[in-house]
Protein backbone atom coordinates (compact mmCIF):
# COMPACT_ATOMS: atom_id res chain seq x y z
CA UNK A 1 0.00 0.00 0.00
CA UNK A 2 1.16 3.31 -1.03
CA UNK A 3 0.15 6.70 -0.14
CA UNK A 4 -0.39 9.80 -2.18
CA UNK A 5 -0.85 13.59 -0.78
CA UNK A 6 -0.55 16.84 -2.16
CA UNK A 7 -0.31 20.34 -0.28
CA UNK A 8 -2.09 22.43 -3.15
CA UNK A 9 -5.27 23.36 -3.67
CA UNK A 10 -8.14 20.50 -4.63
CA UNK A 11 -9.22 23.01 -7.52
CA UNK A 12 -5.87 22.15 -9.25
CA UNK A 13 -6.36 19.40 -11.77
CA UNK A 14 -1.88 18.45 -11.84
CA UNK A 15 -1.05 17.94 -8.39
CA UNK A 16 2.87 15.64 -7.94
CA UNK A 17 0.78 13.15 -5.95
CA UNK A 18 -1.90 12.78 -7.80
CA UNK A 19 0.01 12.50 -10.96
CA UNK A 20 2.22 9.91 -9.79
CA UNK A 21 -1.08 8.14 -8.43
CA UNK A 22 -2.80 8.50 -12.02
CA UNK A 23 0.86 7.12 -13.53
CA UNK A 24 0.59 4.04 -11.94
CA UNK A 25 -3.00 3.38 -12.65
CA UNK A 26 -2.73 3.96 -16.26
CA UNK A 27 0.43 1.34 -16.07
CA UNK A 28 -2.33 -1.15 -14.60
CA UNK A 29 -0.44 -1.13 -11.06
CA UNK A 30 -3.34 -0.16 -8.77
CA UNK A 31 -6.29 -2.65 -8.10
CA UNK A 32 -7.92 0.44 -5.52
CA UNK A 33 -7.91 3.98 -5.18
CA UNK A 34 -8.94 4.68 -1.63
CA UNK A 35 -9.73 8.76 -0.58
CA UNK A 36 -10.52 9.93 2.47
CA UNK A 37 -13.26 12.45 0.75
CA UNK A 38 -14.27 12.42 -2.81
CA UNK A 39 -13.37 16.18 -2.63
CA UNK A 40 -10.23 15.82 -1.66
CA UNK A 41 -9.44 13.84 -4.83
CA UNK A 42 -11.19 16.31 -7.18
CA UNK A 43 -12.97 19.66 -7.01
CA UNK A 44 -14.65 20.24 -10.24
CA UNK A 45 -17.38 17.58 -11.74
CA UNK A 46 -15.06 17.38 -15.09
CA UNK A 47 -11.72 16.65 -13.59
CA UNK A 48 -13.17 14.12 -11.33
CA UNK A 49 -15.41 12.28 -14.00
CA UNK A 50 -12.66 12.51 -16.48
CA UNK A 51 -10.58 10.39 -13.21
CA UNK A 52 -13.09 8.41 -12.64
CA UNK A 53 -13.51 7.76 -15.91
CA UNK A 54 -9.95 6.72 -16.57
CA UNK A 55 -10.40 4.60 -12.89
CA UNK A 56 -12.87 2.47 -14.92
CA UNK A 57 -11.00 2.21 -18.42
CA UNK A 58 -8.02 0.63 -16.10
CA UNK A 59 -10.21 -1.52 -13.92
CA UNK A 60 -9.61 0.00 -10.89
CA UNK A 61 -11.88 0.35 -7.92
CA UNK A 62 -12.52 3.56 -6.39
CA UNK A 63 -13.19 3.34 -1.97
CA UNK A 64 -14.13 6.54 0.02
CA UNK A 65 -14.96 5.21 3.45
CA UNK A 66 -16.27 8.49 4.93
CA UNK A 67 -19.23 8.69 2.29
CA UNK A 68 -19.91 5.05 1.50
CA UNK A 69 -18.60 4.83 -2.27
CA UNK A 70 -16.94 1.42 -2.89
CA UNK A 71 -16.73 0.72 -6.84
CA UNK A 72 -14.68 -2.71 -6.24
CA UNK A 73 -17.60 -4.42 -7.72
CA UNK A 74 -19.77 -3.14 -10.58
CA UNK A 75 -22.49 -1.87 -8.27
CA UNK A 76 -24.63 1.23 -9.75
CA UNK A 77 -25.66 2.84 -6.88
CA UNK A 78 -22.04 3.72 -5.48
CA UNK A 79 -22.00 5.25 -9.19
CA UNK A 80 -25.20 7.36 -8.93
CA UNK A 81 -23.69 8.60 -5.44
CA UNK A 82 -20.60 9.77 -7.09
CA UNK A 83 -21.98 11.67 -10.09
CA UNK A 84 -24.37 13.39 -7.28
CA UNK A 85 -21.52 14.16 -4.88
CA UNK A 86 -19.49 14.79 -7.59
CA UNK A 87 -21.78 17.60 -8.32
CA UNK A 88 -22.35 18.57 -4.91
CA UNK A 89 -18.70 19.16 -4.32
CA UNK A 90 -18.47 21.47 -7.72
CA UNK A 91 -21.49 23.77 -6.15
CA UNK A 92 -19.52 23.84 -2.74
CA UNK A 93 -16.89 24.89 -4.57
CA UNK A 94 -18.50 27.83 -6.81
CA UNK A 95 -20.26 28.98 -3.74
CA UNK A 96 -17.05 29.45 -1.92
CA UNK A 97 -15.38 31.16 -5.45
CA UNK A 98 -18.32 33.54 -5.03
CA UNK A 99 -18.29 34.17 -1.26
CA UNK A 100 -14.70 34.88 -1.40
CA UNK A 101 -15.13 37.23 -4.55
CA UNK A 102 -17.95 39.47 -2.91
CA UNK A 103 -15.59 39.49 -0.01
CA UNK A 104 -12.88 40.86 -2.10
CA UNK A 105 -15.17 43.70 -4.14
CA UNK A 106 -16.47 44.48 -0.29
CA UNK A 107 -13.02 44.87 1.30
CA UNK A 108 -12.02 46.96 -2.38
CA UNK A 109 -15.40 49.18 -1.79
CA UNK A 110 -14.10 50.00 1.72
CA UNK A 111 -10.59 50.81 1.09
CA UNK A 112 -9.02 48.13 2.77
CA UNK A 113 -5.84 47.25 0.88
CA UNK A 114 -5.70 43.43 -0.24
CA UNK A 115 -2.58 41.67 -0.51
CA UNK A 116 0.21 40.97 0.79
CA UNK A 117 2.37 43.95 2.39
CA UNK A 118 5.70 44.29 0.66
CA UNK A 119 8.65 42.90 2.01
CA UNK A 120 10.25 46.63 1.33
CA UNK A 121 7.85 48.04 3.41
CA UNK A 122 10.10 48.23 6.18
CA UNK A 123 12.21 50.40 4.87
CA UNK A 124 9.95 53.28 3.94
CA UNK A 125 10.48 55.86 6.89
CA UNK A 126 14.07 55.12 5.88
CA UNK A 127 13.73 55.96 2.22
CA UNK A 128 11.61 59.11 3.07
CA UNK A 129 14.52 60.80 5.45
CA UNK A 130 17.10 60.60 2.81
CA UNK A 131 14.80 61.43 0.27
CA UNK A 132 14.28 64.61 2.47
CA UNK A 133 18.23 64.73 2.87
CA UNK A 134 18.13 65.05 -1.04
CA UNK A 135 19.84 61.63 -1.35
CA UNK A 136 19.59 59.99 -4.64
CA UNK A 137 18.30 56.30 -5.39
CA UNK A 138 21.94 55.58 -5.99
CA UNK A 139 23.09 56.52 -2.56
CA UNK A 140 19.42 55.25 -0.91
CA UNK A 141 20.36 51.79 -2.61
CA UNK A 142 23.79 51.58 -0.98
CA UNK A 143 22.80 52.79 2.09
CA UNK A 144 19.58 50.08 2.83
CA UNK A 145 21.46 47.37 0.44
CA UNK A 146 18.10 47.12 -1.52
CA UNK A 147 18.28 46.23 -5.12
CA UNK A 148 17.66 48.69 -7.72
CA UNK A 149 14.12 47.89 -8.66
CA UNK A 150 13.12 47.96 -5.06
CA UNK A 151 14.35 51.46 -4.35
CA UNK A 152 12.58 52.44 -7.33
CA UNK A 153 9.58 51.41 -6.18
CA UNK A 154 9.81 52.95 -3.00
CA UNK A 155 10.70 56.11 -3.72
CA UNK A 156 7.51 56.22 -6.13
CA UNK A 157 5.71 55.07 -2.95
CA UNK A 158 8.05 57.31 -0.76
CA UNK A 159 7.17 60.30 -3.28
CA UNK A 160 3.49 59.51 -3.39
CA UNK A 161 3.54 60.17 0.32
CA UNK A 162 5.33 63.31 0.61
CA UNK A 163 3.17 64.83 -1.63
CA UNK A 164 -0.48 64.08 0.60
CA UNK A 165 1.31 64.83 3.86
CA UNK A 166 2.71 68.21 5.17
CA UNK A 167 6.27 67.98 6.30
Do not use: W
Request: charged share 25%; glycine share 8%; proline share 4%.
Amino acid sequence: MQEYTDCISGGSTSRTGLDRLMGLVRRGKVATVVAFKLDRLARSLVHLMQLISELQSHRTALVIPSQGIDTTDSNPVAQLQLNILGAVAQFERDLITERVNAGLRAAKQRGVPLGRPSKNAKHLPRVIELLRANRCNQVIMRELGLPRSSVGELVREARTMMATQPQ
